[in-house]
Every structure is written in C-alpha cells, then in structure tokens.
C-alpha cells in the first residue's frame, strides 16, 4: 500500500527521518572523499554497472566504494 505523494509521513516514519538524511549526507561526504583523492565514479562499462576508477601504479583499478575507501585509507599515501 502505497501512499500518495501528498500524504502526511507517520510517526514512524517521521522518526527515522533524521537518520536517513544523515545517510544521504554521509553518502555525499564518502563520494567527496574519493573525488578529492582522485577517484572518478562511473557506468561506461558493458554492463552499466556503477564502479569507481583510479589508476594506480599505472593500472587501472575498478571497485565498489567501500573497497575504494578501503584503498585509499589503508594503502594508498598522499604524494
């Protein structure tokens, strides 16, 4: 049963709102983090799947983003 888009949110509903901005903004923050250590977000790929992109060592890495984050916090210096 969905609800039309006008509806009021239940109590329920409302309650968790706060943590589901805060996951959409954690999200936001996460991809910022990769942006600015040179990771590139993309879905030109055959299969249209969502991937991030880095070289590194002259090779291309393709991964989901917690192995990207994992990466670059763990294995990866700053230079």
């Known amino acids: 049963m969905e609800k039309a888009i006008n509806?009021?949110?239940s109590e329920k509903e409302l309650?968790?709102?706060?943590v589901r901005l805060l996951e959409?903004?954690?999200?936001?923050?996460?991809?910022a983090w990769l942006r600015k250590y040179g990771w590139e977000y993309s879905c030109d790929f055959i299969d249209d799947g969502w991937r991030w992109l880095k070289t590194i060592d002259?090779?291309?890495m393709m991964?989901?983003?917690a192995e990207a984050i994992n990466l670059e916090y763990?294995?990866?210096s700053e230079n």
């Open 7 to 9: 509806d009021e949110m």
């Open 63 to 65: 991964c989901d983003e």
């Open 24 to 31: 959409i903004e954690l999200q936001r923050k996460r991809r």
């Open 74 to 76: 763990n294995y990866l």
């Open 58 to 60: 002259g090779k291309l």
């Open 15 to 18: 309650s968790y709102e706060t």
